[in-house]
C-alpha cells in the first residue's frame, strides 16, 4: 500500500533527528524542526528563498480553511505566517479556520456540497476528502504545475500522498504527525509508579493504572463520548502489526474484524476497572486535558501537536513565551503505548496525514487563481514548513540545520521518544470516512457500558464502508 512506502521513507527520515543528550551526534535533520511556542524557527535556514511560480502582487482575497486554530501548536505562527503572505503581496486572506475534529470534516464535506467551500483549505489527504476529490471540487497538484511548473517543487513527491479514491496528488503537506502516550510525572511519583520505557507492556500499563487510582487520581485523561479517537486507534493495533494495521475488515467475523473487535473490548476493559475520569462518557476533551495539566491524571494519549498546548498550560499566558514555567513542564514527559502482542511498543502511528488544497472553485476564478497558488508556494515554502514541522517531520527537499538551545524541554523529550521509534503507521481510522466510523466513535458509550456489543459496533461500520464503497 502506497501509505506503508510513506512510512518507510517517513521512518527514514525521522530516525536522523538528533539533539543533546538523544543520539550524541550531530545530524542534519529533514526539516522537522521549529520553535514550537516561540512562532519563530529554530532551525537554520538557506538564504536561498524557494522559487515562487505565482505573480507576487494583487489585492484578491482568498478564503482560507485550515486546522491551525485552539490549541493547536502552529495557530500562532499561521496567524504570523498568513500575515507575512498579506504584506508581500498586497493580497488578503479570510480565515475560517477551526479545531478539527468529526464536527469540523462534516462542515466541510458540507461546504462542498453546498458550493459554500473556500478557495484554499488546509485538510487530511486521506478518505476523508473522498467526497469532494470524487467530485472534482479539488485541483491536482500536476494540473497546477501545468500552468505554474514551479509548484512544491521544493517538496520530496514521493512523500506527498496521494488520494485513495483515484491515486491523484492532490494536498501539499507541511508537516507530519506522530501519535503517543503523554505522562504527568508528578501523579506518577505520587503514585509511585516509574516512568515508563521502550519495553512497557499492556500488563504493566494495568497495574500502573490501578496504582494511580488507588493513590486518588485518574489513571487515563481521555473523554470516551467526545474523542475516543486515539484510544480506537491504538487499542486496535495492539491487536496487529505495522504490516496489518492498515487492512480494513470485511466483516467483524474474519480474521481483521475480530482484532478490532478485541481492541474496543480493551478499551471497554479499561473503563470498567475505573481507569477513565468518571465522567469520560460526558466530558469534553478540553475538560479532560485541563484534568493532565492540573496534575489530576497521569496518562494523555494524543498526538504531536499536543505539546504546544502542554507547554501553553504551563505558561502564565499562553500567547507568551516567556511567561513559561520550567519547572511545571519539567513534570511532563512523552513515552510509547504500552504494547501487547505482536506490535512493539516502540511502533507508533504518525506520518504526513494533511496538506493544502486549492479548490477548483478557486482554480476556475481569474481573480483568485493566482493569488491562491500564491499562498500555498508560501506557506509550504523552505522557509515557513520547519516552524510548523518543528519536532515532526516534512516532506521537503532540503533539511535545514538544527538549533537543539531553541526547543523547550518537553520537545526535547519528544525528540529523544521518537529516536527509539522502530515504525511509523498511518492511522487506519483516516481509511474510514466519517459514516463509518459513527458506530465505534460516536456509540463509544454504549461499547463500554454495554449497551452495543463491540462485535454489533465493528459491523455497522463496515457496512456503512461497503455501501459507500458501491
Known amino acids: 500500500m502506497k501509505l506503508k512506502n510513506l512510512t518507510a521513507v517517513l521512518m527514514s527520515a525521522i530516525m536522523t533527528i538528533s539533539v543533546a543528550g538523544c543520539s550524541g551526534t550531530a545530524t542534519e535533520a529533514p526539516a522537522d524542526t521549529g520553535a514550537e511556542t516561540t512562532g519563530e524557527s529554530s532551525v537554520e535556514i ?13 489585492s484578491a482575497e482568498i478564503t482560507v480553511t485550515t486546522t491551525f486554530a485552539g490549541e493547536d501548536s502552529n495557530a500562532q505562527n499561521y496567524k504570523s505566517a498568513v500575515a507575512d503572505w498579506e504584506n ?16 469540523f470534516k462534516t462542515r466541510i464535506i458540507t461546504d462542498f456540497e453546498t458550493g459554500s467551500e473556500p478557495d484554499v483549505l488546509f485538510f487530511f489527504n486521506g478518505a476523508d476528502a473522498d467526497d469532494f476529490v470524487k467530485a472534482g471540487k479539488v485541483v491536482s497538484i500536476d494540473d497546477i504545475r501545468a500552468e505554474f511548473p514551479e509548484y512544491a517543487s521544493n517538496m520530496n513527491d514521493d512523500l506527498i500522498a496521494a488520494s485513495p479514491a483515484d491515486g491523484v496528488k492532490y494536498a501539499v503537506p507541511v508537516n507530519g504527525y506522530w501519535e503517543a502516550m503523554f505522562v504527568n510525572t508528578k501523579v506518577l511519583e505520587d503514585a509511585g509508579v516509574a516512568m515508563p520505557g521502550a519495553d512497557y507492556t499492556w500488563d504493566q500499563f494495568l497495574a500502573d493504572c490501578q496504582k494511580i487510582k488507588d493513590a486518588g487520581y485518574a489513571p487515563i485523561a481521555a473523554a470516551l463520548g467526545n474523542i475516543p479517537h486515539y484510544w480506537w486507534e491504538f487499542a486496535i493495533y495492539n491487536q496487529q502489526t505495522p504490516d496489518n494495521h492498515l487492512n480494513i475488515p470485511g466483516s467483524a467475523d474474519d480474521a481483521t474484524g475480530k482484532q478490532w473487535v478485541a481492541g474496543l473490548e480493551d478499551i471497554k476493559d479499561l473503563y470498567e476497572k475505573g481507569f477513565f475520569p468518571d465522567n469520560t462518557l460526558s466530558a469534553t476533551d478540553d475538560e479532560t486535558f485541563a484534568m493532565f495539566t492540573d496534575d489530576k491524571a497521569a ?11 502542554i507547554v501553553g ?19 511532563f514527559d512523552v513515552t510509547y503505548f504500552p504494547g501487547k502482542g505482536n506490535r512493539k511498543t516502540t511502533d507508533l502511528v504518525g506520518g504526513l496525514s494533511m496538506g493544502y488544497y486549492i479548490t477548483t472553485k478557486a482554480w476556475e476564478d481569474p481573480d483568485k487563481k493566482a493569488a491562491a497558488v500564491s499562498f500555498v508556494e508560501h506557506m509550504t515554502s523552505d522557509e ?19 538549533d537543539s538551545s531553541k526547543f523547550n524541554a518537553l520537545q526535547v523529550k519528544a525528540m529523544d521518544m521518537m529516536s527509539g521509534v522502530t515504525s511509523l503507521t498511518g492511522a487506519v481510522q483516516d481509511m474510514f470516512n466519517g459514516d463509518c466510523r459513527v458506530s465505534t466513535f460516536d456509540g463509544m458509550p454504549d461499547i463500554v457500558t454495554g449497551g452495543v456489543s463491540a462485535a454489533d459496533a465493528v459491523q455497522e461500520g463496515i457496512d456503512v464502508y461497503k455501501d459507500s464503497a458501491e
Do not use: I, M, R
Open 46 to 58: 538557506s538564504d536561498e528563498s524557494t522559487a515562487t511560480s505565482a505573480k507576487a502582487g494583487g
Open 384 to 402: 515557513v514548513v520547519p516552524v510548523f514541522a518543528q519536532h515532526t517531520a516534512s516532506a521537503l527537499k532540503n533539511a535545514p540545520q538544527v
Open 88 to 103: 508581500e503581496t498586497g493580497n488578503t486572506v479570510s480565515d475560517t479556520s477551526a479545531t478539527s475534529d468529526e464536527t
Open 299 to 309: 496518562f494523555l494519549l494524543d498526538g504531536s501537536w499536543k505539546v504546544g498546548g
Open 313 to 331: 498550560s504551563c505558561q502564565s499566558d499562553p500567547d507568551d513565551p516567556s511567561t513559561l514555567d520550567e519547572e511545571k513542564l519539567s513534570h
